[in-house]
């Protein structure tokens, strides 16, 4: 690793931080883009690499949020608990079932692309999608953090920025999802991450992640969750949401033209 790239990844992991941590997520979906096309991270070794970056930056805004009491509670426990398993599994089927970059490219835009309209749409009309919601029952949140296991095990983000739009929508105020969403990242990123160093040492190719390059990324990151919280309460929601739908849509719609092409 260069200095010059070095430096790229400490202020894009910062900058993402910044914009995503108030809303209760890590920054690690927008991250691999950055590292895969940007840093030149290789498949499937950019999906550790994303997880060590989880590791190391959401503690930054954990610390902020652990001062309210946030961090306690049922949801947290529910959410650890399917989601721990799902990213052992997602990380088994990244390296067994899903190395090439062309899948891997077209699994980032299936993603992101919904994930995106959900966002803009449940930000721009939030008294229709949550009127009548209720929250989901504990056996139901789950299964679902279990399923988004799986998918931010594969892709390298947690699972924990996935779960958490979805709560919203069904009636979770945001105040106790951000907390716990970002919690589950920190908790199910040292899983994932632990589980590819163990499949590096049996499996062959670019396993492993780039340490130096996540350990920069995430110290970026780290700094910039930190900045995000505490900044949260001077900071439109509303225009937060939508930056973020957008930018989840763009970046899906990259990759789907890369991949069509």
Partial sequence: MTWSTGLLGFVAGFLISVATAPVGVSGAVFLLPVQVSVLGVPSPAVTPTNLLYNVVSC?????????????????????????????????????????????????????LLPLGVWLCARTLRPARRTAGAAPPSPRATRALALAVGIAG??????????????LVGRGVPVAKVAPAALACTFVTSLAGAGTYALLSVTATGDIAPDWALGLVCGLGGLCGGYTGARLQPRLPETALRLLLGTLALGIGLVYAVQVAG
């Fill in 59 to 111: 503690p930054g805004a954990l610390l902020r949020y652990r001062s309210s009491g946030r961090l306690r509670g049922p949801l947290t426990r529910l959410l650890v608990a399917g989601a721990v398993p799902g990213v052992v599994i997602g990380a088994v089927i990244r390296v067994l079932a899903v190395p090439g970059p062309t899948v891997f490219r077209a699994f980032i835009a299936v993603l």
């Fill in 153 to 166: 095990g594969v892709y390298g983000i947690g699972g924990g920025s996935l779960i958490g739009p979805i």
